[in-house]
């Protein structure tokens, strides 16, 4: 599956909704619309949602006092980082009522806990809701295939809805300013420090700095010449990270929690650019054939020590920890859904990493004999790595043509089929080279050291 960017999962997901072709969460009792008159339209939101349900998308439809042209109806989110693809995607004007239908939609959460704040509508200022009907979608696989091949065919189901007067959650606007929360920037609610010590190799801003629960919090970051964002991280008071989304290669945007919290940056060189400073490991020498390659890794983080003052060159080297390497590379984008293995925990240190790489195809776990594993502790092999390595390639566009037919290597025929052509790549690209003359060993297991390299010659020789 290639990668979607929020707003293309937000298309996907808007057009679900508008055909009606996705089924509903089990829903709380209780559900309102809560509505606040500002200016010239209506702060909206729902509220009694079950706190255990994260919701992706939002049909809505109203029933207002008046006849109203389509063209004064919109909806601005009240969450950045949500989307309204049609802002008034019906309206029937006749017999004094207006019947309005919106949709709200996001490649993230929309509700916090069991508040969503939909925004702010525009109207004539004067109408009101009489009646309401609601669907709310929280499946994160609207662009999925199911096992058939086809896409899921769940009618959705317009539930009614209570309407009362009354205030909605963190991005509700105070008083009566006019317009909409736009993000939650306007008053309400308690604010929270935004903790944002600067980095070496680069500096960034953060707008605002101090926000309240719900609000989304711009971080625009400025690279020292020769160097580049590597990741931005976000965690709130009790360490946990906060979902970050990547606007563009230097500004990201994340919606704050109920807590402060700490930014940090990390910005690395650019490929190619010199490294200053060594670092030193007790089991690394300068004349092992691996030091520039350990050099290399641990400067741009794309590898650690192992924390006591080693880096075991010769230890084998997990599944997991690769895919880890390349999602630091990619700069740890945010993930939105779990990656589908059933050995692969959501609290484990490579989970985020794995979501990523089989969201974007560059890891499809094992075969039939451990059908739905991905098998994180398992060693890696040679040419596991060089699969997931084309993948990866052809995943950011890189050239991946060359092949070599590896007539020199004795055990060429041991290549299983599934890695026959990514070692044929990796060979030829001059980043899996054999043990011996005439041995390729593609079973065997890549250690730290061979991975170093093999991961120095991939920035170097691939990723341009």
Not at 174 to 190: H, N, P, Y
Not at 213 to 232: D, F, H, I, K, M
Request: hydrophobic share 40%; glycine share 10%; proline share 4%.
């Amino acid at each position: 599956m290639k990668k979607l960017t929020r707003k293309a999962a937000s298309l996907l997901l808007a057009c679900a909704l508008l055909l009606g072709l996705m089924p509903q969460p089990a829903l709380a009792a209780g559900v309102e619309l809560k509505y606040q008159s500002q200016g010239n339209g209506l702060y909206l939101g729902l509220t009694g949602l079950d706190e255990k349900d994260v919701i992706y998308g939002v049909q809505l439809q109203l029933t207002l006092t008046g006849e109203l042209s389509r063209d004064i109806l919109s909806l601005e989110p009240a969450d950045g980082l949500a989307f309204s693809p049609d802002n008034a995607a019906a309206v029937e004007a006749k017999d004094g009522k207006t019947t309005l239908t919106l949709h709200l939609v996001s490649a993230y959460a929309l509700n916090n806990q069991d508040t969503l704040d939909l925004g702010f509508l525009t109207t004539d200022g004067q109408a009101q809701i009489t009646a309401a009907s609601y669907a709310l979608v929280n499946s994160k696989t609207f662009y999925d295939k199911d096992e058939t091949g086809e896409n899921p065919d769940n009618k959705l189901e317009m539930k009614s809805l209570s309407v009362g007067p009354g205030s909605v959650g963190p991005n509700q606007p105070s008083g009566d300013s006019g317009g909409s929360s736009s993000g939650g920037s306007s008053g309400g609610g308690a604010s929270y420090e935004i903790k944002a010590p600067q980095a070496a190799h680069g500096s960034y801003t953060v707008s605002p700095s101090n926000a309240r629960q719900g609000q989304v919090v711009t971080v625009t970051c400025s690279p020292e010449a020769g160097y580049r964002v590597e990741a931005l991280i976000v965690t709130d008071a009790s360490g946990a990270r906060v979902a970050v989304a990547s606007e563009t290669a230097n500004r990201y945007t994340f919606r704050m929690p109920g807590s402060a919290v700490s930014i940090q940056a990390v910005f690395s060189p650019i490929q190619g650019q010199a490294v200053d400073g060594a670092q030193t490991f007790t089991d690394v020498a300068q004349s092992d054939w691996f030091y520039d390659a350990v050099q290399y890794v641990c400067a741009r983080g794309m590898m650690n020590g192992m924390g006591d003052g080693s880096f075991a060159p010769y230890t084998a080297t997990s599944r997991g920890m690769i895919v880890t390497i390349l999602y630091r590379l990619e700069g740890q984008p945010a993930v939105s859904a779990a990656g589908g293995f059933t050995d692969v925990a959501a609290d484990q240190w490579y989970s985020n990493a794995v979501a990523w790489a089989s969201a974007n195809g560059i890891v499809t776990g094992y075969g039939e004999e451990r059908a739905g594993q991905f098998g994180p502790n398992d060693s890696i092999t040679r040419q596991q790595m060089a699969a997931i390595l084309m993948r990866y390639a052809n995943h950011k566009g890189y050239n991946a043509e060359a092949r070599n037919q590896l007539t020199a290597f004795a055990d060429a025929g041991a290549v299983e089929p599934y890695a026959l052509e990514a070692m044929q790549w990796a060979n030829a690209a001059g980043l899996i080279n054999g043990v011996t003359e005439s041995s390729l060993e593609p079973a065997g297991n890549a250690n730290r050291a061979q991975a170093a390299a093999i991961l120095m010659r991939f920035c170097e020789n691939i990723a341009q």
